[in-house]
């Protein structure tokens, strides 16, 4: 279980590093916002993984909790990036 554990957390840090580079090197301001919540959500699972691997109730609750703040952020900056149209 730990070798698993410790391997997504290996490739979210991947993902994470891949996502950085194009941040920085993404021309608009709707992909520099997909690419940050890519970076966000491996955070998220990172911090999941590591609640996993140390058995903490508190780590997932928090991983948790983040998933929901991050869902509504992303929904909020959709509605900034279109200006308010459906």
Do not use: N, P
């Not at 940050?36 to 140390?54: E, P, R």
Request: aromatic residues 6%; contains cysteine; positive net charge.
């Amino acid at each position: 279980m730990s070798v698993i554990v410790w391997t997504a957390v290996a490739i979210l840090l991947l993902a994470a590093v891949f996502g950085l580079v194009r941040v920085m090197t993404a021309r608009d301001d709707a992909s520099v916002a997909a690419v940050s919540d890519l970076i966000y959500f491996c955070a998220v699972g990172i911090f999941l993984m590591i609640g996993m691997a140390a058995e903490s109730i508190v780590l997932l609750d928090v991983a948790s909790l983040a998933a929901l703040v991050g869902i509504l952020a992303t929904v909020s900056l959709a509605r900034i990036l279109t200006r308010g149209r459906r």
